[in-house]
């Protein structure tokens, strides 16, 4: 009886195929495997018709396998098989490959899918049967071996055609009919069967067990071979005579040691390189490293092989499987648990493939004990050595001598990551601590910047790019000698996922060290999906995938950001080293900004309404067309909701006709404009450049421009605006809202609202970079939607959604699978906070709809409901649950005609955004009530000669927390006093305090420096360095109580020799000289 005939009375379509293959699995193994992958293909497009897909671009059956899997029918063991059947049976059908130990092996295959694909949509009665391996056979049945040669032949014309090779393997018309009925028979089911049914199929997938031999045969012989090895159990074993051979990378069976045979030997040439145990498909397998560990100390020297290590561990690279594809949630009961003994204090963990020869090859050239002494002892370059840059790049040394595999850097916009981690690479490629680096990034463009500083930077008179071997963007393979790869998240998901050729999948071990730049991506809400990133569905399903990617290396991972998002630290952890944006400009790495312009127009102050009983103007986002639409009720939206909800040009047109006052394109600085919708952006351009010709401005044509995700060539236009002088106004939506590095932006225009302080502060980041040649002191924000008065509403909000990378249907079969109630429970009230979600996002027409739909009085009297159902009457709404996962929301947007004009245009300061006079007020409050609770800010005030450095940064924190800081002073000074003062914060401080006057910072300095002039006769040589204390002091004006202080702690005059170094110069009146100054500073 054949191991099929389960299937022949209802999935006859199956059965067919399948019952043939064994029938040739001997005698003619290649047309077996042309039927296997017939039958595989099959049990794909009937999984899709019972599951009731929709297939969208899933042309082959790669892409079916895909969807299945990412819809959440195939589990990653049963998908696993799909693809092996897949991969030999299209090798049989376009190589003619043959070989029928292969072919018994897809047999075991396709009875493991049929078995599960029976438990999951066969009759209830179903019981599973053991597969019995095929009686060899002689003499076959004539009419079915001309039938595969027919079949063949069909494939090969069709092939030679480029037609379609599923009209080669149609069903007949009875097997049609057959899974016709089958499909209907199963939909017209009660749900309660179903769900019984996909709990059987679960249950099957946890508990099949296949005994050690086939778990070899079938899973682990495979992957070993897909990474690279030569491998078969039943052929390489050691009993047989086989032994290891030069130029050759065996995993040779039954390896003999004096503590019993090793499942596996991994040989490169004659060097053991590996031991492998290997387990039963259903069993345990994370401790079973144990055994592996046994064969590791107790090997043998011989004569056959060499061993590449001695000490404790004899083989370096320990291994132990069941052949089961890596399971986060069953961590300990499969992937690929893997030990480097030559590291014994560094614990176990899973991979999800094995190592490729060239990988371990790779590991051993590696001496991770040198390497890390030489970290320690080697310079850090030039291009990264502010302090911040250092200490960061030391915790992640520290880190990785810590053995820590996950790590998170949070660094303001703008203080220099891509140099840092250009350091950071330098240093571990240099001391051969790592071998490869990728450097992931979210877009292309980030990608073109970071490979244009790899050849731009200079390290000892060479460029990175000149010392080591890059690969960009572009470049899909990592080359033998490539140390950094530079690769889109997208491109690499592709190659690793979405691709149907072996050799252009990287091995586990491709990389050992991966940065992650911009790691946060956590603002779903208020972004638009590029173009490349609609291979995804949503947002959660790209960080679903992107976590993929680097779960998939064997590799410690860096990621980097100024702004960490939930998920970020849910991946990565908690920051290691912060370096914030307060700290940046406290320190001078960044300019600040000066208080907000805020635009207040008649309909920005009002809203627009619309009466009821009108006929208006509305945009319909279905069509593209602008249609009637009549009112029964009043209609109004508020600024925030403006080209989002409502379009009206003349609130555009208003603004813009204000902010051409301010913004001269025809200047060194460049602007960025932030606009709600491409369509937006394309209006802004076209009336920002009517209104500059209105203004009688002259503005050539390419100085104003969009750059958005859907003109031709974004990344050129990127470009074009860092390097050259066009175009200087720049309207986005969201391409330049994250890591594009443009120093000349000084001006920021908020036309759109956003709820996101992760996406705001991207936006502010764009121009926070100093930029001394348009000698830029801060950037100036224009707002002209309130934006900047909502951020103090924000608040960092936990979702109640364990899991955002689930889909609704996920969790849905989460809970009606959940095996008590405790489990049902949970993931019902997980399904239930996602639909909440979801009902955020939908239109009050659309949740009405909705409700007509489902015929329920509410959305959110159902939702309520839900909460009482048990599993039962759960799984009766499921009906109505896909609709609300999957309805698409289309909003209408009215178009208002309301004329416009600007009533105000205001400037806030601090918190509240309050007038200046009363901004200095509360400074002047805020100062006198911390004099005494503030330690260093009593310093400033009672002995300011004691000052120090470390003392006033931390008043210059202190201040900017409860948002004061020197700009803001000077500003509202003017603006208050009518006075243009140029005081540093010391002189406001002092003058809140005591009421002294305010001097001019500059003024104090050169007249506390003409009395130091006047001392003495000064040699050239003393004035230079007197001249170079003048300049520091212009930049930070505080010294120390001594002169020996001064300069062996302040990081500028440490980097040129301190104290020392200066009384050499200077002699020893350097202390006088300190002294005096001090003494005029403050007098």
Not at 68 to 86: K, P, S, T, Y
Request: aromatic content about 10%; some cysteine.
């Amino acid at each position: 009886m054949s191991n099929f005939s389960f299937l022949k009375p209802e999935w006859p379509q199956l059965a067919n195929p399948a019952t043939r293959a064994e029938i040739y699995v001997y005698s003619d193994s290649n047309s077996a495997m042309i039927q296997l992958r017939q039958f595989a293909e099959r049990m794909t497009e009937a999984l899709f018709r019972l599951e009731n897909i929709t297939p969208w671009n899933v042309p082959t059956q790669l892409d079916k396998l895909k969807e299945l899997q990412r819809v959440g029918v195939l589990e990653d063991d049963v998908a696993e098989a799909f693809h092996i059947i897949r991969k030999y049976g299209n090798k049989a059908a376009h190589d003619s490959f043959s070989d029928s130990g292969a072919a018994l092996k897809l047999l075991g295959y396709a009875h493991f899918l049929a078995t599960w694909f029976m438990e999951a949509y066969g009759p209830i009665e179903f019981v599973a049967q053991k597969f019995e391996k095929p009686v060899s056979q002689e003499e076959e049945n004539a009419q079915l071996h001309k039938e595969v040669e027919e079949l063949r032949k069909q494939l090969e014309i069709s092939q030679s055609e480029k037609q379609s090779m599923q009209k080669a393997l149609e069903m007949t018309q009875a097997e049609r009919q057959a899974l016709e009925e089958a499909v209907v028979r199963y939909r017209n089911e009660p749900e309660a069967t179903k769900i019984h049914k996909k709990e059987r199929s679960k249950a099957y997938l946890r508990n099949v067990d296949f005994n050690e031999y086939n778990t070899r045969i079938m899973f682990i012989d495979e992957q070993l071979h897909k990474a690279g090895w030569e491998v078969d159990t039943a052929n390489l074993d050691w009993r047989k005579g086989t032994r290891p051979q030069k130029n050759k990378n065996l995993a040779i069976a039954e390896v003999p040691t004096p503590r019993g045979r090793a499942d596996y030997g991994l040989f490169i040439g004659l060097d053991l390189v590996g031991i492998v145990e290997a387990k039963r498909y259903n069993k345990a397998i994370s401790g079973d490293l144990i055994q592996s560990k046994g064969y590791a100390r107790k090997i043998d020297v011989s004569s056959n092989y060499n061993l590449v290590q001695s000490g404790k561990y004899k083989i370096p690279f320990l291994y132990a499987s069941n052949g089961r594809p890596y399971l986060k949630q069953l961590e300990d009961q499969s992937g690929i648990w893997f030990w480097d003994s030559r590291t014994e204090t560094v614990p176990s963990y899973a991979l999800e493939a094995w190592h490729s020869p060239e990988d371990l090859k790779r590991k051993l050239e590696v001496d991770i004990i040198k390497a890390e002494t030489e970290l320690v002892e080697e310079e850090y370059p030039d291009f990264a050595g502010r302090y911040y840059q250092i200490e960061a790049i030391k915790s992640v040394e520290k880190a990785i001598s810590e053995n820590k595999r996950r790590m998170l850097l949070a660094l303001a916009t703008g203080t220099g990551k891509t140099r840092l981690s250009l350091a950071l690479m330098y240093r571990l490629l240099k001391t051969k601590r790592m071998r490869r680096i990728l450097f992931l990034v979210d877009r292309r463009s980030l990608g073109e910047q970071a490979s244009d500083v790899l050849i731009d930077t200079q390290i000892e008179n060479q460029s990175f790019a000149s010392i080591y071997d890059i690969k960009g963007v572009d470049e899909i393979f990592a080359e033998k000698n490539t140390r950094v790869h530079i690769a889109t998240v997208q491109g690499m998901v592709r190659r690793l996922f979405y691709t149907d050729d072996e050799s252009e999948i990287p091995s586990v071990g491709t990389y050992d060290f991966i940065i992650v730049d911009e790691a946060h991506r956590g603002y779903t809400e208020d972004r638009e999906l590029s173009e490349e990133e609609l291979l995804y569905q949503n947002e959660q399903e790209y960080v679903s995938q992107y976590r993929r990617v680097i779960d998939y290396f064997d590799a410690s991972v860096l990621a980097l950001t100024a702004t960490p998002a939930l998920h970020t630290t849910r991946i990565f952890g908690d920051p290691i080293y912060t370096y914030s944006y307060r700290d940046a400009v406290v320190d001078g790495y960044l300019v600040d900004h000066e208080p907000p312009y805020q635009f207040e127009t008649e309909l920005s102050r009002n809203g627009i309404t619309f009466e009821a009983n009108s006929d208006i103007d509305v945009w319909d986002a279905r069509n593209k067309s602008i249609t009637k639409a009549h009112l029964d009720d009043d209609l109004k939206f508020d600024v925030a909701q403006f080209n989002k909800k409502v379009i009206n040009e003349n609130f555009n047109r208003a603004i813009l006709s204000e902010l051409v006052n301010y913004i001269d394109p025809n200047e060194g600085g460049k602007s960025l404009i932030f606009a709600v919708t491409d369509y937006h952006a394309d209006q802004i351009v076209r009336i920002l450049k009517e209104e500059y010709r209105k203004a009688d401005i002259p503005v050539p044509d390419d100085a104003i421009e969009k750059i958005t995700g859907y003109i031709a060539h974004p990344d050129k236009e990127i470009k074009r605006f860092k390097n050259e002088k066009y175009p200087n106004i720049v309207v986005t939506v969201d391409l330049l809202t994250t890591g594009i590095d443009v120093p000349e932006i000084e001006n920021l225009v908020f036309m759109r609202r956003v709820r996101s302080r992760i996406l705001y502060d991207q936006m502010l980041g764009r121009a926070t970079r100093l930029c001394p040649e348009i000698n830029k002191e801060s950037f100036k924000i224009f707002d002209a939607v309130k934006l900047y008065d909502t951020l103090k509403d924000i608040t960092d909000m936990k979702p109640i959604v364990s899991n955002p990378s689930q889909t609704i249907d996920q969790i849905l079969e989460k809970a009606l699978s959940a095996d008590d109630n405790f489990e049902f429970e949970f993931f019902k009230n997980e399904l239930i906070a996602k639909l909440q979600r979801r009902k955020q996002r939908l239109s009050k027409e659309a949740i009405n709809e909705l409700a007509e739909l489902n015929n329920v009085r509410s959305i959110d009297m159902w939702l309520q409901e839900l909460k009482a159902m048990n599993k039962q009457e759960l799984a009766g709404q499921q009906e109505k649950i896909n609709r609300v996962a999957h309805y698409r929301n289309y909003v209408d947007i009215a178009i208002s005609h309301d004329s416009d004009m600007i009533k105000e245009v205001t400037r806030g300061y601090g918190v509240g955004n309050v007038k200046p006079g009363d901004y200095l007020n509360d400074f002047n409050r805020f100062i006198r009530e911390n004099i005494n609770l503030i330690p260093a800010l009593e310093v400033v005030v009672k002995r300011p000669k004691e000052l120090t450095y470390k003392e006033l940064r931390e008043v210059q924190l202190r201040l900017k927390e409860n948002h004061f800081d020197e700009r803001n002073l000077q500003e509202a000074w003017r603006h208050e006093k009518k006075e243009r003062v140029a005081a540093d914060i010391i002189s406001f401080i002092r003058q809140a305090a005591l009421g002294t006057g305010l001097v001019d910072h500059e003024t104090r300095i050169k007249n506390a420096m003409k009395k130091v002039y006047g001392m003495e006769d000064w040699t050239p040589m003393q004035l230079k360095w007197l001249k170079r204390i003048e300049k520091q002091l212009l930049e930070t004006p505080v010294l120390a109580p001594t002169a020996k202080q001064y300069f062996d702690e302040t990081e500028v005059w440490k980097q040129n020799g301190g104290y020392k170094q200066i009384q050499r110069h200077v002699g020893k009146k350097i202390d006088l000289v300190i002294q005096v100054l001090n003494d005029q500073l403050y007098a």
